[in-house]
């Protein structure tokens, strides 16, 4: 298997593309233009290399990289890890609240400019309403405080993987990123059972991140499961 660059492999660990899982070599490339405007694209062709396993590129499937790259969605500089955990923990605090309150333990955070402006966990069954997911929660809470129902620089960090519902809530918010904690292989719209990030067609703006730690944070719903069936 072709290796990873030296200065690539130092470049993707700084950032959180490293715990991304990312295959699509034009999407880990558009992020780390985003942190490194000045990287060329020497970097395309090496992941491209090294992602999907192939021989290096001739000059046509160069040109074809190139093409295709300039078609991608404008990528945004990814937060830091530390922040990312900040932000996450948060959000596992959250989590833990709607476990208490005996809801699936999911909490979801919307940060603009370092500023938390939304904040929810999942409420559904004591509010008897399927809508009252920790994401939609979080994000209404978020466009009452910004007076506005788009969120074009926010950062939505959610403990689990969103649902297909909340998905859309998301993108048609305009959310700048997505930065989920475990994947959700039942119902997870992100990664798992769809991919509705993915779908250029529809989804202009949103960046999906993750799972940041699948163990760490599935820890939550997995102890609620088994204390719900025992
Ligand atoms: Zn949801």
């Not at 298997?1 to 699509?24: F, G, Q, V, W």
């Not at 160069?62 to 078609?71: A, V």
């Not at 918010?173 to 798992?192: C, D, L, M, N, Y």
Request: with cysteine.
């Amino acid at each position: 298997m072709t290796s990873l660059p030296r200065y690539l492999a130092t470049k993707l660990a700084t950032i959180n593309i490293a715990k991304n899982n990312c295959d699509d070599y034009q999407a880990v490339f558009a992020q780390l233009k985003a942190h490194y405007p000045s990287i060329g694209f020497q970097a395309l062709f090496d992941l491209y290399c090294y992602l999907s396993k192939s021989p290096y590129p001739n000059r046509e499937q160069q040109q074809q990289l190139i093409k295709e790259y300039k078609q991608q969605p404008k990528y945004y500089p990814l937060p830091s890890n530390d922040t990312v955990s900040h932000f996450l923990q948060l959000a596992q605090q959250l989590a833990l609240q709607a476990f208490k309150e005996d809801e699936i333990p999911i909490g979801a955070i919307v940060v603009c400019n370092n500023e938390i402006i939304g904040q929810g966990y999942n409420q559904t069954r004591q509010r008897k309403d399927i809508l009252a997911h920790a994401e939609i929660i979080a994000l209404q809470e978020a466009q009452r405080y910004l007076g506005n129902y788009r969120l074009h620089d926010c950062v939505l960090y959610v403990t689990v993987e969103p649902c297909l519902m909340c998905s859309g809530a998301i993108i048609n918010s305009r959310i700048k990123q997505v930065i989920f904690g475990t994947s959700e292989p039942k119902t997870g719209a992100g990664i798992s059972q769809y991919q509705v990030f993915n779908n250029k067609q529809v989804n202009h703006h949103t960046q999906l991140i993750g799972p940041i730690d699948n163990d760490y944070y599935s820890q939550l719903i997995t102890k609620f499961f088994r204390y719900k069936t025992m």
